[in-house]
Nanobody
């Protein structure tokens, strides 16, 4: 089994900063891409940023210049540094990772964290 545990959410004023962390643990052979998504009330879950195992990143336009995704491969952990937060960033943030488990399968599966609430007050 694989577990994804998120931390770092909370309440912050507009212009403030938060850092989210997501650690994968368990029966892990290898992790490919990792990413962050978010879902605001009444809206669909949307991509925020992704990072490859080699460190190549992609950030959606709405967070470019404010959010930075990074990862520590030794710790199987992905981070999201969020600066200059805006009320419209309020959402539940989910991490995602493509993981190959130890064993005979060579397939990668997508795993999700439990979600962490980020609330930005104006």
């Amino acid at each position: 089994q694989v577990h994804m545990v998120e931390s770092g959410g909370g309440l912050v004023q507009a212009g403030g900063s938060l850092r989210l962390s997501c650690a994968a643990s368990g029966n892990i052979f290898n992790i490919n891409d990792m990413g962050w998504y978010r879902q605001a009330p009444g809206k669909q879950r949307e991509l925020v940023a992704t990072i490859t195992s080699g460190g190549r990143t992609h950030h959606v336009d709405s967070v470019k210049g404010r959010f930075t995704i990074s990862r520590d491969n030794a710790k199987n952990t992905v981070y999201l540094q969020m600066n200059s937060l805006k009320p419209e960033d309020t959402a539940v943030y989910y991490c995602n990772a493509d993981i190959r488990e130890k064993g005979f399968s060579i397939l990668y599966r997508g795993y999700w964290g439990q979600g962490t609430q980020v609330t930005v007050s104006s």
